[in-house]
């Protein structure tokens, strides 16, 4: 027991930080232009693929850089042409242009690597077990990815908060016509920002790759988990992103761990109902109701507090 | 259908075109109706028709949603899905307790699936609009869809339940085996879905939607509340959303989680948009162009779904009212008689953005069948997908094309401006 407590809250932070990569650009991409970009996860999957195809070129330790770079060009290019000529359709064009941005890019993903996975293996030199706890060997490739994202969250938290970029940044998230009143380019500020969001999703798929499926329904699968992760933080708050990324990291990685049910527990109780719903529920394990909990903690939220939990505003 | 669904033009029209015009245009698609499977009677074109029909009822029902009320879901398919089981459930019931209720009844049990699930969940979705029940829909969608699959004495798992329509009441003589019989059966609450949803939004709920849509505060101040408008438009939405579930369950006699999926509510939010929504009959152009494109483009290219997502891009970018806005831009310039002196301009962009447009496929089917694959038949050109030329020629197409496209298209937007110059002195636009 102790064992699964300990690798699953590991396995649960390096989830929760990955999630966090991605939730970051997204809500601080919200709070500035106001859209969801339904692309982000989309963006993620590029980066994991780029980072599998010129791991096959160059190699990893390039690719951990060029990947990311170029994923935040094509951020860019996403919001110089697309969404910068679409903002005067309003915010609903904006989110369904994203829509179908992540929709089209899957199937050029599909269609260039296939639709099955591709062997986008871990560099050989971090592909050792850094320690054992208990009986479990824990690879090097995990604390890796661990101390990547938190070196990238720090190097956030101190660009935001200790440099001038930053203070633009976040002047821009709550005013952006008065900054642009004070002479900044606030297009520009824009580009680079949702140019940056991508490049951190681009990252993380580039870290992620090798540990997770590199496959093109990545982008599907961890969608809407991103979207519950910031609407569960509170729509434009990064603290409330980075609490609800690591939250739902843990959630999701003990739910996967356990083994339990109800039919377990409670096993001589066995109402023995025959072929009904109760029976599903009584016999489901909390390993199977893992995909479905971040939805139901996103209802939950949505009834009980609307704004998330460090969220300033409704909608 | 008819093309008034914006309360002043509506107005309008009903004063000027009267009421032979109006319930011509419902005669004229019921004839339509009636005689396409004795035109088309193949057993593949019934069944195209059969599921153009669903897909015109899906999105009409997802336009109450987004062009009337100004929600944008993302899982409207969970209403169809649950119409879909809920069908199939009542189809399997009726015929092992041998009920005396006939097939085309079954469509409105389906309709009351879509409806009790809106009933349940709606009044916590439609607090907000906006992104946030766009997200709180996508939520609801994941968590049904995913639910689907435990639940499975329900659902029946990945397989989905099964049914046979033949095993109910015969009605008139018709057991509903032949495709020909479902497709009338599709064709009647097609018609009927058509009629009720059009008259929905000429109600006074149809028109405070609309108000809704554009000035919820507004709507407040005169003492409606638009959480509770928005909340009926969602359960109206849901019941013909059930109502096409039901027909498909028919049609395919099984439902499965499929039906829910985030494909299923992607495929109707394209069908309405590049359709249009601004217009009552845009939802029905788009289902029958996506699902027309969907039946074509499967057998031609591999890569279909790409083009849908490409158009739909293009449609948002360029003219987010649809193609029904297109059609609809047009409408003062004829009255005005002044639509010639744009036709030119037309004609002289369409040569490089048809260029441009076979630049995108080529490059698209180079790249998909780079490593192997039938060669690219373009216009009866075949082109290999590893020859160099191919590359060049799409090289030239797309680039030339685009660029030569940028300055004829300046050019419309020249011809079109003189021209509504005129019509606005004309009197036929605002």
Redesign the interface.
């Known amino acids: 027991m102790a064992e699964l407590i300990v690798i699953s809250t590991l396995n649960g932070v390096l989830f929760g930080m990955l999630l966090f990569l991605l939730s970051s650009g997204l809500t601080v991409i919200f709070s500035m232009m ?1 859209v ?1 970009n339904f692309a982000h996860a989309s963006f993620y999957m590029l980066g994991a693929f780029f980072g599998y195809q010129l791991t096959r070129w160059i190699g990893f330790w390039p690719a951990l850089v060029i990947a990311p770079l170029l994923v935040g060009a094509v951020g860019m290019a996403v919001e110089r042409y ?1 969404l910068r ?2 903002h005067k ?1 309003g ?3 904006e ?3 994203t ?3 992540a ?2 890019i899957e ?2 993903v599909s ?2 690597w296939g639709k099955s996975p591709v062997d986008y293996r871990v560099p050989a030199v971090l592909d050792f077990p850094a320690f054992t706890v208990f009986s479990t060997n824990y690879p090097a490739y995990k604390i890796f990815m661990l101390v990547v994202s938190v070196v990238i969250f720090i190097a956030l938290l101190v660009t935001l908060k200790r440099t001038r970029v930053g203070l633009i940044v976040q002047a821009a998230l709550t005013h952006p016509s008065m900054v642009g009143h004070l002479g900044h380019n606030v297009g520009r500020v824009f580009m680079l920002v949702f140019g940056v969001g991508s490049a951190l999703a681009g990252l993380a798929g580039v870290i992620a790759g090798p540990s997770l499926v590199t496959q093109s329904d990545m982008a ?1 699968l961890l969608g ?1 988990i991103l ?2 992760v910031i ?1 569960f933080g509170g ?1 434009g708050s990064l603290p409330g992103a980075f609490i609800a990324s690591l939250l739902i990291g843990l959630i999701q990685t003990f739910a996967v761990a356990l083994n339990g049910s109800l039919a377990s527990v409670f096993g001589p109780l066995d109402p023995s109902l025959g ?3 109760l ?3 009584w016999n ?1 394990t909390i390993a ?2 893992a ?2 909990l971040p ?2 903690l ?2 939950l939220v ?2 009980f507090r ?1 704004m998330g939990l460090l969220g300033t505003r ?2 | 259908m008819t093309n008034a669904p914006t309360p002043s033009i509506a107005a309008a029209k009903q004063e000027s075109g009267g009421a032979l015009g109006f319930y011509g245009v419902w005669l004229l698609a019921a004839v339509a109706l009636v005689v396409l499977p004795l035109i088309f009677s193949s057993g593949g074109s019934l069944t195209s028709f059969s599921l153009i029909g669903i897909a015109i009822i899906f999105a009409l029902s997802y336009n109450i949603l987004l062009g009337q009320t ?1 929600l ?1 879901s ?1 899982g409207h398919a969970v209403q169809y899905g649950l119409g879909g089981f809920l069908a199939v459930h009542a189809m399997n019931a009726v015929a092992s307790h041998n009920w005396p209720i006939p097939l085309p009844v079954i469509p409105l049990v389906g309709g009351i699936g879509g409806l009790a699930f809106a009933l349940l969940v709606g009044w ?1 979705m439609t ?6 029940f ?3 829909s ?3 969608g ?2 049904v869809a ?2 689907s699959l ?5 659902f029946g798992g990945e397989s989905g339940i099964t049914t046979d329509r033949t095993s109910l009441m015969p009605m008139f003589g018709w057991t509903f085996g032949p495709q020909i019989q479902v497709y009338y059966l599709i064709a009647f609450w097609v018609l009927v879905s058509a009629i009720a949803m059009y008259a929905l939004t000429r109600t006074p709920l149809g028109r405070i939607c609309n108000a809704v849509r554009d000035n919820p505060e507004r709507v407040e101040f005169i003492g409606y509340d638009p959480h509770v408008v928005r909340y009926l438009a969602y359960m109206f939405a849901g019941f013909f959303a059930g109502i096409a579930g039901g027909l498909t369950a028919i049609n395919f006699e099984i439902a499965n989680s499929a039906y829910l999926g ?1 494909t299923q509510s ?1 495929f109707v ?1 394209f069908s309405a ?1 590049i359709g249009g929504t601004a217009y009552f009959f845009g939802p029905i152009i788009g289902a029958i162009l996506v699902t027309y494109l969907q039946l074509g483009l499967t057998s031609v290219t591999s ?1 279909w ?2 083009y ?3 158009i ?2 293009g449609i ?2 360029f003219a ?1 009212g649809g193609i029904a806005g297109i059609l609809m831009k047009h409408r003062p310039l004829i009255r005005a008689g002044t639509l010639g002196t744009v036709i030119p301009s037309y004609l002289v962009a369409a040569i490089p953005t048809l260029a441009f447009a076979l630049g995108i496929i080529l490059t ?1 089917e180079t ?2 069948r780079f490593s192997g694959g039938d060669p690219i038949n373009l216009l009866g050109i075949p082109f290999v997908a590893s020859a160099p030329t191919t590359w060049a020629a799409a090289a030239v197409l797309l680039v030339g094309g685009f660029l030569v496209a940028r300055i004829t298209w300046r050019g419309v937007a020249e011809a079109w401006d003189r021209a509504a110059t005129v019509a606005r002195d004309r009197g036929y636009l605002a």
């Open positions: 106001g969801l697309g000529n679409t359709h915010h609903v064009a989110l369904l242009l829509f179908g941005l929709f089209a199937e050029i269609m260039i599907a809407p979207f519950v609407v729509l072929a009904s719903p029976t599903d529920i489901v199977q109701i995909p479905i939805y139901l996103l209802v949505l009834i609307p409704e909608s | 100004g944008l993302f916590v607090k907000r609009a906006g992104t946030v766009a997200m709180i996508l939520g609801i994941e968590l995913s639910s435990i639940l499975r004495s329900v985030a992607g939010l948009f890569v779904q790409l849908f997502g490409i739909f891009i948002v970018m987010p698209i790249v998909a």
